[in-house]
């Protein structure tokens, strides 16, 4: 993960006639959240206060200012949640109010100025199924889950791309991390000379374009993987050996980048299975 996210938080004092309102509002900048059901709850030339009033207007528990004002007016669990994106200041309601502080939220590496954060899933994952809906294009997306071994016996992590004409997925910094934090993959970040070493790779049905290592874009150093077949799949795998009832932190960044023609995705998209 590789950013510096800076949370401010601030407070706007209301006076109406002798009663002091005091509401705290968070912020966090080069961040944008996205949400499922808002996204629509645009308003154009505010200046980020004036966005703010109309946000505490609206009764909205969040807001994104950059060149445009949008709402969010509740949160839900479909949501896609905060991203890295720049020039874009998030802000929220603080709820119950509490005093002023400003927190710095660091992660462990270092930026590129297309990374993007979405907040941690806690799920055990065995399969999940990623979707242009659930990514946002162009730039790099990380997906974190937890993966609860059953028994102890060896695991495979499989990452199959439908990919379809004109668009393209890439896939970085695959992470599985064990409980002392030993990185159990070898190569998650495709960056190993012989770029696919560690992965299981193939691809099934026609695959008239290409796929395998890249560096056309990547989300650490150099080199990522990619899938761009028109007709069929291809999958990268590797496997190793996991200890009953121990929990892995399974974390990757993938980047979709969409077709120019739009309706061409077809049902592109990323399966994730672990078993
Ligand atoms: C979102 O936009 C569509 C079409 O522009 C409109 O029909 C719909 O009512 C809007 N939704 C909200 C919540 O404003
Ligand atoms: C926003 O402001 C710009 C420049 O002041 C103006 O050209 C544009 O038409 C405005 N847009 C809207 C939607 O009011
Ligand atoms: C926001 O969502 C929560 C949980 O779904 C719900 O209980 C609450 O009523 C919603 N608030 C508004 C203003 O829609
Ligand atoms: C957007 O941010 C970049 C740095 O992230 C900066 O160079 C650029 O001037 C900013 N653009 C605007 C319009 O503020
Ligand atoms: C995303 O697209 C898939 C089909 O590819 C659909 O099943 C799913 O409901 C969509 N999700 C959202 C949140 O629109
Ligand atoms: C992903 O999984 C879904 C349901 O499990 C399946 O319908 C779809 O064909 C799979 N896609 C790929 C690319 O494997
Ligand atoms: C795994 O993820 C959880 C939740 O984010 C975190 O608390 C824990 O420290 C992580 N474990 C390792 C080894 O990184």
Request: aromatic share 14%; hydrophobic share 35%; charged share 5%.
């Amino acid at each position: 993960m590789l950013m510096l996210l800076t949370i401010k938080i601030f407070t706007l004092l209301f006076f109406l006639f002798t009663h002091v309102y005091s509401i705290h509002i968070g912020s966090v900048s080069n961040a944008i959240y996205l949400s499922s059901n808002d996204l629509n709850q645009t308003y154009s030339n505010l200046t980020c206060m004036q966005c703010s009033c109309l946000a505490l207007r609206l009764n909205a528990v969040g807001w994104n200012c950059n060149d445009q004002c949008q709402m969010i007016l509740n949160y839900s669990q479909n949501d896609i949640g905060l991203l890295h994106s720049s020039n874009t200041t998030y802000s929220f309601l603080i709820i119950p109010p509490q005093r002023s502080t400003t927190t710095t939220l660091t992660s462990s590496s270092s930026s590129t100025s297309t990374t993007s954060l979405t907040t941690t899933t806690t799920v055990n994952l065995k399969s999940t199924y990623i979707a242009p809906n659930t990514t946002v294009a162009n730039i790099w997306n990380l997906n974190f889950y937890s993966y609860r071994a059953m028994t102890s016996t060896t695991v495979t992590v499989k990452f199959t791309f439908q990919a379809a004409s004109g668009c393209q997925w890439y896939i970085d910094d695959v992470s599985i991390l064990d409980p002392a934090g030993n990185e159990r993959l070898i190569n998650g970040n495709f960056e190993a000379p012989s770029s696919l070493s560690g992965w299981s790779t193939g691809y099934s049905g026609f695959c008239t374009f290409t796929y395998g290592s890249t560096s056309n874009q990547y989300h650490s150093t150099s080199h990522s993987y990619y899938s761009s077949c028109s007709t069929g799949t291809t999958w990268i795998s590797q496997s190793f050996a996991a200890t009953s009832d121990k929990i892995y932190n399974v974390s990757f960044w993938v980047y979709f980048n969409p077709s120019s023609t739009p309706f061409a995705y077809g049902n592109t998209g990323v399966n994730v299975t672990i078993n």
